[in-house]
């Protein structure tokens, strides 16, 4: 397991934009696929995004797509996941996650597919 540590997170009007990063303390990232999830309060933790090892495929929840936008740079152990026009259901936690064990698959969006977790990050979206 890996330790990763989110940033980027913060108070943002609605239609906005914000990037958060996922970086490790140690170790790489490369040799994972990477996946952002979301849990807003008394709500079930939720995909959003995920992205192969290698960086070639990427999927999203449908309450994301074309607004928000996976990457990685594996030189950085970095991936990044920029949002733009923010809607106030947007607000939640964001959680970045390794997978280890599927790297080159992109289908895999269940939390339970994930191996190592971020502590989270906060944004909140005002309408």
């Known amino acids: 397991q890996v330790q990763l540590v989110e940033s980027g997170g913060g108070l943002v009007q609605a239609g906005g934009s914000l990037r958060l990063s996922c970086a490790t303390s140690g170790g790489t990232l490369s040799g994972y696929a990477m996946g952002w999830f979301r849990q807003a309060p008394g709500k079930d933790r939720e995909f959003v995004a995920r992205?192969?090892?290698?960086?070639?495929?990427?999927i999203y929840a449908d309450s994301v797509k074309g607004r928000f936008t996976i990457s990685r740079d594996n030189a950085k152990n970095t991936v990044y996941l920029q949002m733009n026009s923010l809607k106030p259901d947007d607000t939640a936690a964001y959680y970045c996650?390794?997978?280890?064990?599927?790297?080159?698959?992109?289908?895999?969006?269940?939390?339970?597919?994930?191996?190592?977790w971020g502590q989270g990050t906060q944004v909140t979206v005002s309408s």
């Open positions: 992205i192969t090892r290698s960086g070639d495929s990427a």
């Open positions: 996650a390794t997978d280890a064990t599927w790297p080159r698959v992109v289908d895999r969006t269940a939390p339970q597919d994930y191996d190592s």
